[in-house]
């Protein structure tokens, strides 16, 4: 079973930026396209951006032009880079694939991300 450890998490003024990451264990991620979701609280967890196991990014209309999804299959890591941070994107973050039936494995401990000032 693949292990998904998320990190780069933190506190941050509404404007500012972080930068997510995700490792997978195993040999098989750079198979699959995958996808950062985020759940903040009270609300269902949502796709905010995914990219194919090719490079190809795609962002939600919501963080469009302010998030950035990368993936490094060398080291089974994506990265999700967030800018002009906003306090609606207040959520705990994950990382899973992103297939039609849905995310296939089990889900990490998640990054909690505060944007507040």
């Known amino acids: 079973q693949v292990q998904l450890v998320e990190s780069g998490g933190g506190l941050v003024q509404p404007g500012g930026s972080l930068r997510l990451s995700c490792v997978a264990s195993?040999?098989?991620?750079?198979?699959?396209?995958m996808g950062w979701y985020r759940q903040a609280p009270g609300k269902q967890r949502e796709l905010v951006a995914a990219?194919?196991?090719?490079?190809?990014?795609n962002v939600a209309d919501s963080v469009k032009d302010r998030f950035t999804i990368s993936r490094d299959n060398a080291k089974n890591t994506v990265y999700l880079q967030m800018n002009s941070l906003k306090p609606e994107d207040t959520a705990v973050y994950y990382c899973?694939?992103?297939?039609?039936?849905?995310?296939?494995?089990?889900w990490g401990q998640g990054t909690q991300v505060t944007v507040s000032s």
């Open positions: 899973n694939t992103d297939s039609h039936g849905g995310p296939l494995w089990s």
């Open positions: 195993g040999s098989i991620f750079s198979i699959y396209a």
């Open positions: 990219i194919t196991s090719g490079g190809k990014p």
